[in-house]
C-alpha cells in the first residue's frame, strides 16, 4: 500500500484526501477526507481574475492541509486546480501561493482531465453490479463548470461545459451584489436556458442519451440526496450510492429556487456555504435528468478526489 495525498481546488470549495492505495488492484482506504468552502470562484465570472479575499481563504486552507498531510506522513502529493483557476488572468498568484505552502505547483488541468478523474474515481466501485446498466453518464456538478463523461469501462467520450452553481448563481441571481431572495420567473428561465444550451454543446461530443445509469457527483447533487432523505446532518455513509428519483429531484429543485435564503439555511444537512448555490446546483442536475430521460440518479461521495489519487498512485 502506498501513502497518498489528493487535493482537488475547485470554484466553490477545496477538498483533501490522505488514503492507502493499492496499484495493483485500485483499492483505496480513506485516512483522512475532508472539505472546505473557500469560494476561490467568487466574481471570476465578471472579473476575470481571482478576487485577494478568495486566496486568503484558500491558502488559510491549504495551510490545515498541509499540516493533516504531513501528520499522517503521505508519500506523494498531487495538487489538481479547476475551472476557477483555469480562467484567471493571475493564476500565477494561486499556484505560487500553493508552492509555498505545499511545495507542489498546482496542475491546471483541461476539462477533460477533470472529466477522466471524475470517472475513474465514481465507477471503480460499480462495475460487475447487477443492478447498474451501463454505460454510465458520469456528470460532475462543479462550481463553475460540469463535466460529462460517458463510459463502460473506459472513458468514451468527456465533456466539459461552463455552468456550475456558483456560475450560473453569479450570472443569472445577483442583482445588484446579492442573490435575489427568492429569484423571479425570469431569472430562473434564463438560467435554464443557459443551461440548457450548455446541454447542447456537451451533446455534441458526448453521447448523453446512450447511457442507461447516471451517476451525479459533487456537492450539489449530494446535497440534494441528503434533503431528499431528510437526513438531520450530513451523513456521507448515508448519501454515497443512494438513488434519488427525478420527480424527487423536481420537487426539491422547485423548492430550492423558489425558497428564500432564511428558509434553505434551515436545512440541517446543507453545508452553510451552499445555501445560496444550490438552487442553480439543482437546476443543473434536474435539466440532465429531463434531457436524457433518467428516471433517477446514482449518487456517489467518490469522484474527482478518488481519481486523483489513484493517478497518485
Known sequence: MTRVAAIDCGTNSIRLLVADCDPATGELVDLDRRMTIVRLGQGVDRTGRLAPEALKRTFAACREYAAVIKELGAERLRFVATSASRDAENRDDFVRGVLDILGVEPEV??????AEFSFTGATSELKGRDDLATPYL???????????????????????????????TERHLVREGV??????????????????????????????????????????VTTV??????????????????????????????????????????????????????????????????????????????DILDGIAFSVA
Not at 460532475?140 to 467520450?157: L, Q
Not at 446541454?199 to 458526448?206: H, K, N, Q, R, W
Open 138 to 168: 458520469v456528470v460532475d456538478i462543479g462550481g463553475g463548470s460540469t463535466e460529462f463523461v460517458v463510459g463502460n469501462a473506459h472513458v468514451r467520450a468527456a465533456r466539459s461545459v461552463d455552468v456550475g452553481c456558483v456560475r450560473m
Open 225 to 302: 440526496s441528503a434533503i431528499a432523505q431528510e437526513l438531520p446532518e450530513y451523513d456521507s455513509e448515508r448519501i454515497h450510492h443512494s438513488r434519488v428519483s427525478r420527480a424527487k429531484v423536481r420537487e426539491i429543485t422547485e423548492w430550492l429556487l423558489h425558497s428564500t435564503h432564511a428558509e434553505r439555511a434551515t436545512v440541517p444537512s446543507m453545508h452553510p456555504g451552499r445555501v445560496d448555490v444550490i438552487a442553480a446546483g439543482a437546476l443543473v442536475l434536474l435539466s440532465i435528468m429531463e434531457r436524457i430521460g433518467a428516471e433517477e440518479v446514482v449518487v456517489s461521495e467518490h
Open 179 to 220: 442573490v435575489s431572495d427568492p429569484p423571479s420567473e425570469a431569472q430562473i428561465a434564463a438560467m435554464r436556458a443557459d443551461i440548457e444550451a450548455a446541454l447542447d454543446l456537451a451533446e455534441e461530443t458526448v453521447p448523453l442519451r446512450e447511457a442507461r445509469t447516471l451517476v451525479g457527483l459533487a456537492g450539489s
Open 109 to 114: 488541468i483541461s476539462g477533460d482531465q477533470e
